[in-house]
């Protein structure tokens, strides 16, 4: 019975300490020893106003920008607009479409003929018929479509 006793003495003093040992923010006489609720803590927000913003929406010109980001250029872009091509629309353009040679086709880089020199071995000089000289080895470039 002594030692119950003895080991309930030395559990309060464990817990129940003399008021000048006790230190920190707990031993300052204003310390309030519950907790706030939420709703008690912080009532208003340090910044807010107490009254409310008069927005004026009679005239256009004046109505409030309600764009979250309404200078932000990366989301101020018109939307993309997109075309679904099904199967029957693309069958219908296919009937429409015409294959022309002389004018789906670019035109070719050049179209005079070339003439290399015959008696040259390897590589030879050859006139196109301009103030420029081409280096070259058996290469005619010519049209393809037989225009000169």
Request: hydrophobic share 35%.
């Amino acid at each position: 019975m002594a030692s119950r006793v003895k080991s309930l003495i030395q559990t309060l003093r464990r817990y129940v300490k003399k008021p000048w040992e006790i230190t920190g923010p707990v031993a300052h006489p204003e310390y309030r020893l519950a907790v706030p609720k939420a709703t008690e803590y912080r009532v208003y927000c340090p910044a807010t106003i107490p009254s409310q913003a008069i927005v004026p929406t009679s005239l256009p010109e004046t109505v409030y920008d309600i764009k979250y980001f309404s200078r932000d250029q990366r989301r101020n872009r018109p939307p993309i607009k997109r075309t679904i091509l099904k199967k029957a629309d693309v069958e219908t353009m296919m009937k429409e479409k015409t294959f022309d040679p002389t004018s789906d086709f670019p035109p070719p880089y050049l179209t005079a003929k070339i003439v290399e020199d015959e008696n040259a071995i390897g590589e030879s000089w050859i006139d196109i018929g301009s103030d420029h000289a081409v280096a070259a080895t058996a290469i005619v470039f010519m049209n393809p479509f037989g225009a000169s």
